[in-house]
């Protein structure tokens, strides 16, 4: 008989894998609920939660329901929630006047948000696109065939002035209009806000994976196509050291915090982002990261629970310090 083969070996990483206190005493990334931020999508009127069929899981809730839903997610220790309007088709016009309206749901939703739950973070983006009948995120040229970029602007910035007005803590530009960051800082601060702070969806990529949420929000019904081409605005998936350069100027505008966009697609580019900039940085793992694994998990090829987990480690341990998922309620409640 011969001897059973024997390495000589030194290093051995295995050995701190060997018992389960091993493993937690070198796991060296952990999730938290303090660490997600739920985006929530409101409706007008008093109608039950209304599912959306390319995000299960996900419910489009009138403003009592969203009052309730927040109560719940800060129950869990969820610390924010990032509120995105889906308005009736009657108040969509080409130049998305509704967002300036000091009525409109958003702001409404806000409004009773924090009357309810005043110490949760609560976020909107700053961008025309629930309000527009094409579905981009600014005013169009013209020609019709491009946003226009200061104009666009300008409404952005009045937008974001009635945002904190209705008491937001962050404004969240997703629009990725150049100067916005910059313009918005000095409308807040000219305003008497200088207290609201800006989370910059500063790299945000003209992205597949937004589908779904064109469907929540109606950005698709009213584009006539889900994937609406944003490439003039939104970046060239291929592109990493624009990235960096966007993230730099936003900072450098006044952002309080930058964002990568999506997220796991992405990780490469949070990590760099990481390494470059002291800020906070939030990542977005959005409609169509979450809607994959939820597909999967309903044909029984991926496990929901562990894939949802490892899906948002992944995106912490890339560098991320927020991240904002429709999996926020689910892993505050898994956490416990
Ligand atoms: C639009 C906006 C989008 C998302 C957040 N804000 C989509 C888009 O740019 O068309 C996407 C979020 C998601 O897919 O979950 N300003």
Redesign the pocket.
């Known amino acids: 008989m011969a001897e059973p083969f024997k390495l000589n070996l030194l290093q051995r990483p295995r050995r701190l894998r060997r018992t389960p206190a091993l493993r937690a005493l070198v796991e060296e990334t952990v999730l938290r609920p303090a660490d997600f931020i739920a985006?929530l999508f409101v409706v007008d009127g008093k109608a039950p939660p209304d599912a959306i069929a390319s995000?299960p899981g996900v419910f489009r809730l009138n403003v009592a329901d969203l009052v309730k839903e927040c109560r719940a997610l800060w129950k869990l220790g969820v610390k924010g929630v990032?509120l995105?309007p889906k308005l009736d088709a009657k108040f969509k016009d080409e130049e998305g006047t509704q967002a300036l309206n000091e009525e409109t749901l958003v702001l409404r939703a806000v409004r009773a948000v924090k009357k309810a739950v005043p110490e949760l973070v609560v976020i909107t983006?700053?961008?025309?696109?629930?309000y527009t009948t094409h579905?981009h995120?600014g005013v169009l040229n013209a020609a019709g065939d491009d946003v226009e970029n200061d104009r666009t602007v300008g409404i952005l910035m009045q937008m974001a002035v009635l945002q904190a007005r209705a008491g937001v803590d962050l404004v969240?530009p997703?629009?990725?209009m150049d100067g916005r960051v910059g313009a918005i800082r000095n409308g807040l601060d000219a305003s008497g806000f200088s207290g609201t702070g800006i989370l910059a969806?500063s790299v945000?990529f003209?992205?597949a994976?937004?589908?779904?949420?064109?469907d929540?929000?109606g950005?698709a019904q009213a584009a006539g196509t889900r994937l609406?081409s944003?490439a003039t605005y939104?970046m060239n998936p291929a592109n990493r050291r624009e990235a960096l350069l966007e993230a730099t100027l936003d900072a450098a505008e006044g952002a309080d915090m930058v964002m990568v966009?999506?997220a796991g697609p992405y990780l490469d580019i949070i990590r760099e982002v990481r390494s470059q900039t002291h800020k906070p940085i939030a990542a977005?793992?959005?409609?169509?990261?979450?809607s994959q694994i939820q597909a999967a998990a309903k044909l029984g090829w991926l496990d929901l629970a562990r894939t949802r987990h490892e899906s948002l480690l992944a995106i912490k341990r890339a560098g991320a310090n927020i991240i904002?998922t429709?999996f926020a309620k689910d892993m505050a409640q898994a956490l416990r």
């Open positions: 985006p995000m990032a995105f983006d700053v961008a025309l696109d629930p579905g995120d969240a997703s629009d990725m969806y945000k003209n992205s994976y937004y589908g779904p949420f064109r929540a929000v950005s609406l944003k939104q966009k999506p977005y793992q959005v409609s169509g990261e979450y904002l429709y």
